[in-house]
């Protein structure tokens, strides 16, 4: 099962410049989430969404941009990038959202902004 | 907002020996996960814990949950270097929502095992 893929692994962007970060999952989860990991801070909540169609902020979402229109897919927009938003991004997918239902992680895409 | 603190930050252990990774919530925990994160890599789901009192076992690794305390704590037995990594707490805050599902995590404790 290739469970939750992100692309790419690696990027380097310039100041300024725009990316959208791919991250779909095979397993059919409903909800599908998108955290930042920097060193040391742990992993922040940028935005996340509970189906096709329907997406909602998180804890850190400046900055960033979400759409949700399949199931499978759920992509992340830089639209100007900045240093600050140099970081390991982390997309992840439940399948309930609920208490009951760990979330599964993809492999991250590494970020760097200079 | 619910923030979990991780103790210690970093380990550093001989192989065969036993140790333990605390964590404790500032506010009531409703459910608390455990996840290993290994360089270059996703975080991978080891352990749910949802009732005060609960203990969950998978392998060499023990997790419990003391909700009056608001800490969980992960114990790993005989250590291996398969061990090795960051390990994280994530809570789910009470009264989070129906459909809700926003994990807050720990900052992570490092594992290193030395043959």
């Known amino acids: 099962n290739a469970g939750v893929t992100q692309t790419p692994k690696f990027r380097i962007l310039k100041i300024g410049q725009s990316m959208t970060l791919q991250c779909t999952q095979d397993?059919?989860?409903?909800?599908m989430y998108w955290y930042r990991q920097d060193p040391g801070m742990g992993l922040k909540l940028i935005y996340y969404s509970v189906g096709a169609g329907i997406t909602d902020k998180g804890e850190v979402p400046n900055g960033y941009n979400v759409s949700r229109s399949t199931t499978e897919d759920f992509p992340l927009r830089l639209e100007l990038a900045a240093p600050s938003q140099t970081s390991v991004y982390f997309c992840a997918s439940s399948g309930t959202g609920g208490r009951n239902s760990p979330l599964h992680f993809g492999n991250g895409t590494r970020l760097t902004v200079t | 907002s619910q923030e979990l603190e991780q103790s210690p930050q970093s380990l550093i252990v001989q192989e065969g020996k036993n140790l333990t990774i605390n964590c404790t919530s500032s506010k009531t925990l409703y459910g608390l996960y455990w996840y290993k994160q290994k360089y270059g890599e996703g975080l991978i789901f080891l352990m749910m814990?949802?009732?005060?009192?609960e203990e969950k076992s998978h392998e060499k690794i023990t997790a419990k949950l003391d909700e009056k305390k608001q800490q969980s704590s992960l114990h790993i037995t005989a250590s291996q270097p398969s061990h090795a990594g960051i390990y994280l707490c994530?809570?789910?805050?009470?009264?989070?929502?129906?459909?809700?599902?926003?994990?807050?995590f720990g900052k992570g404790t490092k594992l290193s095992v030395i043959p």
């Open positions: 397993m059919n989860h409903n909800y």
């Open positions: 814990l949802q009732k005060g009192g």
């Open positions: 994530g809570a789910d805050p009470l009264g989070s929502g129906a459909g809700s599902y926003q994990l807050t």
